[in-house]
Structures are given as structure tokens and as C-alpha cells.
């Protein structure tokens, strides 16, 4: 999308706004595929939660994507947009049991990843395959909140309890039809994912009736120039080579699965919004934008860096400045960014804005979150409307006191 288009998207719908470029998801999901040509059966099961809007499900269900999804509400996010439930995998962690027995109600294939409900589960209802989600113990992922496979993770089976997992499948007469990794987002180090595949392969080895193995995701996005980004195409080569070895030595051509949400979306997304005041102070220049941590919580809650254009002056000299938010206590987005001089009224873009930008918006200090666009072959389509005050007080109830 160019920069006047971003700019139309505001004059249009206002500001602040969350625009996505279908044809940046689309590049993604083909480069993802493209790099991965070699494998018989591939399924990319998109992450609902980075994402969430149907018309982005829709979108993905056109290009033959399955869905990856953690409750019960995306699950029926998922259907309501046409997906069919078989090719939905719902991966929660730490739920009920009847959340479990919900979604295969709804005919979607489920990932446990504790050994309590394995047992459970597997002794109520042992027709129905499970796929498992292992930890295999490995560091990987940008930092301690979204790195998940490690000794101290809550998520996943321990490798190391392979031989109760074997004594329950036994005791219970289950069937075990995948097994499953997400060690973390942001992982740099292609050494280290196929160290954890190796792990992967040797649990597999050890069930008869396997269908598919998942390697969940993780897949690292540039966020700011110069930035590295994992080189999906040499994973390609690499993981196919050891995937298609391991296949021959099972008997069997099993189905390889990944479950990507940033590396789809993140690109694809804007967030635009409009400054309202430029405030210079004895330390720095303050740009004062009419949103907040409310809308985009990444830098707050992560320390994100997402790179921000003045779209209203691209070509000015550049200064620092520190973006901040309208939100009654601190709320950062950038500290020390060089962007073009900003004036009053100005538009800012900020990168990076497909994935958990929107899906972590709240409405904290009662404020509306924004409206979603969906860039599509030259035009603006608007996927949800910015939100309005009856939806601030929806649920509320009023006691007479
Ligand atoms: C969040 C999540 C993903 C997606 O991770 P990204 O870093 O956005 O690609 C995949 N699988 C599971 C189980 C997840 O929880």
C-alpha cells in the first residue's frame, strides 16, 4: 500500500484505524507454501489470535489455510467464516475438559497438552484421536513472555513423561494421530528449530497411528530496517530434506503442519493514527497521538518496537521525537524515533500492526477501539466498525441504589 492510500483510508474512516493489505497475507502465505513445495502433504493452520477478524479468516480460508486456535470462541470464529471444523486444530492450554469435549463436538481436531486431561479424556472418550503437544526443552523464542518450549514453560508435555504418555494411550486405548511443538515466537536460530524437530521425530517414533506432525511456529518478522527475520526458505529446504527421511523411516507419508500467525499477518497491518499535539518539553518533543496503549499495547506490554512514518510529511527532515498515547498514566509507543517533522494534524503509520495489535485492543479509559480496514484489490473495504458508546455500556448493568 502506498502512502496515499493510507492516507485515503483515514480520510475515509477516520482516525485512529487499523488497515491490513490482503496481498501482503497472500504473498506470505505463498511464500510459506513455496518454501515447503517439496513436502507431499503441508497444512498451514493460520493462528487465529494474532488476527481475528473474520473477513481475515475468510481470506484464509479462500487460500486453502486451516486454522490454529486457542478457545472455544475462535474455534467458532473459525466456523462462523466458513472454515471447514477439520481443518481447525484447537490448541488451548490448561482449559476443562468440557471445553475439549466442545470442540470436537464442533468436529475440530484437538491438541492436549497436559497429562491429567490426556488420561481423562482419553478414558471418556477413547474413539476420539488427540494430537499431544510435546515441550521438548528447548530455549528458542525473542524473550522470556513468548519463548514457551523451555524447562520453565507451563506449556506442553515434558519429553521426558513420553513413558506415562505410552502407559495412558495403553491403559485407555486412545489413538494418538499427531504430535505437536510452538516453542516460542521470534526464533532466530534455524539450528535451534531443527535441533527441536530432531526431538520431535523422536517422540514420534514411538506412535503406530500418527497422521500429522505439527511445528507449531515461530516464525520471526522483520520489525524494524535491517532487522533479520527467519529465512523461511532455507528452513524450507532443510526440514523437508529431515521431514521426508523421517516419513520413509515411519512407512508412512504423514502430514507436516506449521500454524504461523505473525509471519501471515504482521506486515499486512497499519495502525494510523492522528496527532493531536506536539509538546516540547526541557527533554525531549512529545507527539501526541488520539489513541493509546488501549489500541496498540505492544511496546507497553512487550517493549515492541514498531517503526512509524509520517505520512503526512514523508520527505521533511528528520527529528527525534518520543510518541506517546492519550492514556492517563505512562504510555509509550516510541522513545528517540526519528521521523519527518511532524505538524498538528499529521498522520502517523505504524508498522507491524497486523499481528496482536488489534486482538490485544481493550477499552481502557472508555475509549472506542478503532475500526478495521481490509485493503483488497485497490480498494478500502471496512471489516468492522470503529466502536460507538452503546458498546461501552452493552453489558452494563444499573442497580438502583
Ligand atoms: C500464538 C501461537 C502460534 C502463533 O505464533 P506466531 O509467533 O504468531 O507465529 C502458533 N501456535 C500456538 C499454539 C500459539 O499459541
Known amino acids: 500500500m502506498t502512502h496515499a492510500n493510507l492516507l485515503e483510508v483515514t480520510q475515509q474512516f477516520g482516525s485512529p484505524v487499523y488497515v491490513y493489505d490482503s496481498e501482503t497475507i497472500i504473498n506470505q502465505y505463498k511464500r510459506l507454501t513455496e518454501a515447503f513445495k517439496k513436502v507431499k502433504h503441508l497444512r498451514l493452520h493460520y493462528a487465529v489470535k494474532a488476527l481475528s477478524n473474520l473477513s481475515i479468516l475468510r481470506l484464509f480460508n479462500q487460500l486453502g489455510s486451516g486454522l490454529d486456535t486457542v478457545s472455544i470462541q475462535e474455534v467458532k470464529l473459525g466456523i462462523a467464516a466458513g472454515v471447514n471444523p477439520k481443518k481447525i486444530i484447537f490448541t488451548p492450554n490448561g482449559v476443562s ?30 474413539k476420539v484421536p488427540v494430537c499431544i503437544r510435546i515441550n521438548p526443552h528447548v530455549m528458542a523464542g525473542g524473550n522470556t513472555n513468548i519463548s514457551v518450549g523451555h524447562i520453565d514453560s507451563k506449556f506442553g508435555i515434558s519429553i521426558h513423561q513420553m513413558p506415562h504418555v ?42 503406530q497411528n500418527l497422521e500429522f506432525l505439527d511445528f507449531g511456529s515461530g516464525f520471526k518478522v522483520p520489525y524494524h530496517e535491517g532487522d533479520i527475520e527467519t529465512d523461511v526458505e532455507e528452513l524450507g529446504t532443510k526440514l523437508t530434506k ?19 500467525g505473525k509471519f501471515l499477518v504482521s506486515e499486512a497491518g497499519f495502525f494510523l ?7 516540547q518539553t526541557t527533554s ?55 521521523i519527518t517533522e511532524i505538524s498538528e ?13 488489534y486482538s490485544m485492543a481493550s477499552n481502557y479509559n472508555s475509549r472506542f477501539r478503532p475500526p478495521e480496514v481490509l485493503w483488497h484489490k485497490g480498494k478500502a473495504h471496512l471489516i468492522r466498525q470503529r466502536e460507538t458508546f452503546d458498546d461501552i455500556v452493552r453489558n452494563q448493568l444499573e442497580v438502583a441504589l
Request: proline share 2%.
Open 284 to 338: 525531549t518533543v512529545f507527539a501526541q497521538i488520539d489513541s493509546g496503549f488501549n489500541h496498540l499495547v505492544r511496546p507497553m506490554f512487550y517493549g515492541s518496537n514498531h517503526d512509524i512514518i509520517n505520512i503526512s510529511h514523508p520527505k521533511r527532515n528528520k527529528r527525534f521525537y518520543s510518541v506517546v498515547g492519550y492514556i492517563c498514566e505512562t504510555d509509550t509507543f516510541a522513545n528517540n524515533k526519528m
Open 242 to 260: 529431515r521431514f521426508n527421511e523421517f516419513c520413509k523411516s515411519y512407512g508412512k507419508d504423514l502430514t507436516l503442519a506449521f500454524e504461523p
Open 273 to 279: 493514527a492522528k496527532v493531536n499535539v506536539v509538546k
Open 97 to 126: 475438559i468440557g471445553e475439549l469435549e466442545e470442540a470436537v463436538g464442533l468436529g475440530v481436531q484437538i491438541n492436549i497438552d497436559n497429562l491429567l486431561i490426556l488420561e481423562q479424556f482419553g478414558t471418556k472418550h477413547p
Open 345 to 357: 494534524g499529521d498522520i502517523l503509520a505504524f508498522k507491524n500492526a497486523g499481528a496482536y495489535c
Open 166 to 207: 505410552l502407559r495412558i494411550v495403553e491403559n485407555t486405548g486412545m489413538t494418538i494421530n499427531g504430535i505437536h511443538m510452538h516453542t516460542g515466537s521470534d526464533i532466530l536460530d534455524i539450528g535451534v528449530f531443527l535441533y527441536a524437530a530432531e526431538i520431535l521425530f523422536d517422540v514420534a517414533a514411538k506412535f
